[in-house]
């Protein structure tokens, strides 16, 4: 009598297998990781580019808006009063914010910090992350003097430390 032949994978072509794709996640893994770095990283920039390109659309459209003055005024943009003060946004959500046309929450991956609607207010966006304290970058409102801007907004240098 003859015996029909078994086929099948023997258990050290499975192990050699399971080892190989051990491997290849082991390698793929920290590529994964800077990833995720890069893409915060990239986030961030974008929410600066946002923020950069606000101040600028909405200095403008006050400069070439009548009525628009140095004290606090509330200009509308897309359908959104946008806070100036010193013809450029606050250093708020109804100011810069609304201008750069971020959302910020923990879905979108953003918070913020500090800020105001006085001249010269700090506020600090964050990109949520590692540790997002030192993810972040500052837009510091206008400041002025007697009529005349002494300072348009300031904007520091991303710190990705963190990211």
């Keep these: ?12 072509e499975l192990v050699v297998v399971i080892v190989i794709l051990g491997i290849l996640a082991a390698t793929a893994l920290p590529r994964f990781a800077a990833l995720q770095v ?22 403008a459209s006050c400069l070439a808006t009548t009525g628009c003055a140095m004290a606090a005024y509330t200009l509308p943009m897309e359908g959104v009063g946008v806070t100036l003060i010193a013809q450029y946004p606050t250093a ?7 201008a750069a046309g971020l959302t910020i929450s923990a879905a979108e991956g953003y918070q913020t910090s500090g800020g105001g ?5 700090v506020l600090t966006v964050q990109v949520l992350g590692n540790d997002p304290a030192t ?20 904007y520091s240098a991303v710190t990705t430390t963190g990211c």
């Design 1 to 12: 009598m003859m015996k029909a032949k078994q086929t099948g994978f023997t258990l050290i």
């Design 38 to 59: 890069q893409a915060r990283v990239a986030k961030l920039n974008a929410a600066l580019g946002a923020v950069k390109g606000g101040a600028a659309l909405t200095h």
């Design 92 to 98: 708020n959500a109804a100011g810069i914010i609304s």
């Design 117 to 121: 609607a006085a001249e010269g207010d």
């Design 135 to 154: 993810c972040f970058f500052t837009y510091t409102a206008a400041t002025s003097a007697a009529g005349v801007i002494t300072s348009p907004p300031l």
